[in-house]
């Protein structure tokens, strides 16, 4: 089946623009997140939606950073007025936590990227 | 301090050698990821482990819960192996949770 898939893959943007990111999380998965990779801090959580709880917003690094994920599907992370310190690769992830054998399993499967660079 | 941490930072390697990779995590945890990265690539999950030992192909991973440590093992390793390996940490095995990552093991391996 199909994996995880985000758009644009590049995004190209100018200082005090927003941007919004999207994300299809592999079809049935209850869990999604949002991580970015940037040269200076390497791979950071951000925020996470687990069905219908509210999202772990605990690493979002300003109130300019937002993420909303509508029919428990699809995902949008939205950056408002973007400094160049947002400059990074977006990756999205989605998992399904199951058990088996007695024992839980709760892998991430990650998506592609998007590539933003705030000019 | 960052809660996870790896070894080495680089590391190179020529083909057929036994790799180790390290990674050392300072709170308790319910889960241990082990990532792989190729250039350009995206990320892919390799193993998630709460304890003892994983094996899939020629990769192997341990982990000591007790001394909040685990290795990842590459035998006979091959230039396609050559990528970012990236310890993650998660606290729950059976709902949704953040990954915290350490920095990464580059690693190039020759002919």
């Known amino acids: 089946g199909a994996g995880v898939s985000q758009s644009p893959s590049n995004k190209v943007t100018e200082k005090g623009k927003d941007v919004e990111l999207r994300c299809d999380p592999i079809?049935?998965?209850?869990?999604l997140y949002w991580y970015r990779q940037s040269l200076g801090q390497g791979l950071e959580f951000l925020i996470y939606?687990?069905?219908?709880?509210?999202?772990?917003k605990s690493g979002l690094p300003s109130d300019r950073f937002s993420a909303e994920r509508t029919g428990g599907s699809v995902s949008t992370l939205t950056i408002q007025r973007t400094q160049q310190e947002d400059s990074a690769v977006y990756l999205c992830?989605?998992?399904?936590?199951?058990?088996?054998?007695?024992?839980?399993?709760?892998?991430?499967?990650f998506g592609p990227g998007t590539r933003l660079t705030v000019l | 301090k960052n809660e996870v941490e790896q070894s080495p930072q680089n590391l190179t390697a020529q083909e057929g050698e036994f790799i180790t990779i390290n990674c050392s995590y300072s709170?308790?945890?319910?889960?241990l990821h082990w990532l792989q990265q190729h250039p350009g690539g995206g990320i892919v999950s390799l193993f998630m482990?709460?304890?003892g030992k994983k094996k899939h192909g020629r990769l192997i991973a341990t982990i000591n819960i007790q001394e909040k440590h685990s290795s990842l093992h590459i035998t006979a390793s091959h230039p396609r192996d050559s990528a970012v390996y990236i310890c993650a940490v998660s606290w729950n095995l059976f709902r949704a949770d953040k990954l915290i990552f350490g920095t990464g093991t580059r690693l190039q391996v020759f002919p």
């Open positions: 939606f687990q069905g219908n709880s509210a999202p772990d």
């Open positions: 709170v308790g945890i319910s889960a």
């Open positions: 079809s049935g998965h209850t869990a």
């Open positions: 482990l709460s304890s």
């Open positions: 992830a989605s998992s399904l936590a199951r058990w088996t054998s007695g024992k839980g399993y709760n892998e991430q499967f």
